[in-house]
């Protein structure tokens, strides 16, 4: 036998069909998801789309055997099958690109794909020949891969890939991509997308979860649409649009673009000079980032994700030390201030890990919404803190911010994302800014969540405050931002005000490249 | 004396000695080197040697027969890591306090069997040194590297062996990718729960006889807490050895050397409190271990019980 044909999926079962008939499951306190009837066949890309807490990694997790269905059957090619666990499913010719990738970083290529199948050395690895395997893999679907490169020295678009090939070579047949297009520049969503349209050519069965409208749209056959953990349902993508899927998705009208207005810009606010910073890992953060964000606008911050974003966040914030340059907040040179000294002077961050960074998960909501100015009057005098005002201080601000909660006396990590994050909004934006330094503020909540921090936002560039959005979500930078600054490396790339920006433009800066001459040579 | 020290007897003396020494840290050593690729801290290692070392010492006592012994040990100490792998594995409980428990309930449960069953210290005769043909010949080296117990020989042998596993074998594949990334692991259908049952009852038997190749090796008698932190030290030695099996004898090599060296100070009479030259090879310890820290890095899910949820 050759090796090639060693490789090919034909060595497993094909998936003709497969069909979720009825599947119910139950979380304490949640109905995850109610009787849902879901079906994918061989060459179409069958998209489920829904908000988070829908139900449609539940629904996944219980056809890759990750979760055990209430009620329901699942049929493959009409006969029913019980799975228990993921080695049924890949047994079965299930594969899954989980959202976050599921490779141990300091192992290399071929180590990860090798990892729970049988050697062909018994007891012994045989990694070269798994190498030699995933190199005529790679070849059939056009990903370049090296076997033998460790994980932590790829891009997140080429550990895709590594997921990707780890599925085909268990046999996969039917591939399940939760959310994969998250951490993607446009390129690479592209690149992405034609591997996926030569995998359905091949006879693969594919189920595109995301919540990305355009995307939906562009790549998949049919859409199926999950809200509260209930089928609303199915259609063939050609007949329906985004607006259409949006409002189904919701279950009410949504507004998908956001009116920006035209807002006076004022003086410079926060500035940076030539700021150089290290890294968690010991590698340089920063290296020469200088750039102004004045009064009345939104600089968003562009660059896929591990760039420089949470060091320059940090430096601004001053939970990172800055080895040169500068960092000055309205005229004053704050490089060398403590968080809390330039918290004192107006700057309010909402920072990227919301549960980690931006809350204390054991505190209550009245306590978390104090954090920044619980030690000063008239929230405490002389250390002792005004329970009465504090009470109802966020009493207001529970009510002004619309935050979900049985009551200001919940601790905060009983919330949901959303609710979290108006905890964070709160805290911060009642304050009156002069500066806002939001992080990924919106990654992780469902639309309507993410519509209320994004008004908010714009409210506050309303009021003349400046805003740094730094974001992986290019749509997002793209309806916020009066300027975009690419992010690559540590360097910034290149400022540009957001009028008519290709998004090609911004792919390729986000990339690395400067000058689109570049990328053809 | 200060020139004693340096005269060849005593340099071969240290040497051979250090040699010896080395070996209950190589054991337990090694043992904890492979809990922690997979991602558990056992700190009971010191409970679980003084099990084996009264278990060893009593059975070999009671029958005269060191391999039974030996066997005793074993067994003690698969059951100590059974009894860890349930507590950490299937009830997650907190490493580091379940592994503090567990050198407790061994420290007073070897004393209260050792009053109860023996009652005075008596001394047996270990394991023989084993002179190995023709290599024990040679001048000073043969003296110096082939003329130990076969338990000591065995220490040495485990290293390679670990590496091997560790390395070369999909069974290791699976404990560094438990280690590092057990949700990855248990997506591709591997049972961490399993892979860590097997590396903690691997670390209670190679701790058990640690704790043997000390009463029925080296010392040949029990104690109450003969161990006196050895096993510690040996928890400390996979960091300093960076969770790599050459690594960690490179550390027991170091320590046991610098400790042959001072129980030589004091042997000779050289003039300096024995208090302090106890004391050096845990200073040394710390001093390494603080040069180490920032150089190496830990399993990533290194004393994190592991439980299926994303």
Redesign the interface.
Known sequence: MSHKQDVLPSARAHIETVEMRGITKRFPGVLANDHVDFDVHAGEVHALLGENGAGK?TLM?ILYG?YQPDEGEIYINGQPVTIH???DA?RLGIG?I?Q????????TVA??V??????SRG???DLDVVSQRILALADIYGLKIDPNAYIWQLSVGQQQRVEII?ALYRGASLLILDEPTAVLTPQEVDELFAIMRQMTQDGHALIFISHKLHEVIEISDRVTVLRDGRKIGTRPTSETTKSALANWMVGREVALTLDREPVEVGDVRLALENVHCGSDRGTPGLRGVSLEVRGGEILGIAGVSGNGQRELAEVITGLREVTEGKVILEGEDITALLPGERTDRGLSYIPEERMKDGIIQDFTVAENLILREHHKPPFSYRGFLNQRFISQHSAELIRAFRIKTPSQKTLAKNLSGGNIQKIVLARELARHPRVIIAAQPTRGLDIGATEYVREQLLEQRRQGVAVMLISEDLDEILALSDRIAVIYEGQIMDILPNENVSVERLGLLMAGVREPAEAQA | MITKLFSSTVILGILASGIRLATPYLYAAIGETFGQRSGVLNLGVEGQMLLGAFAAFYVSWRTGNLWLGLLAAIIVGAVMGLAMAFVTVNLHAEQGISGIGFYLFGLGMSDLLFQKLVGTVKTIQGFPALHIPVLSDIPVLGEVFFSHNILVYGAYALVPIAWFVLN???????I??IG??P????????SVAAVRYYTIIQGGILSGIAGASLSIGLLNVFQQNMTSGLGFIAVALVYFGAWRPLGVLGGALLFSMVNAFQLWLQVLGVPIPSDLAVMLPYVLTILVLVAAASKVRAP?ALAKPFE?E?
């Open positions: 990694s997790k990750l666990s993921p080695s890949i899954m989980h976050h990738f599921m490779l141990v970083e300091t192992m180590e990860n090798a990892l729970g199948l049988p050697s007891f012994l690895t780890k | 070369k074998t999909t069974l290791g594949l699976k560094r990718s590092e990334n949700q990855a692991a248990d997506s591709l259908g591997i990533s299926r994303a």
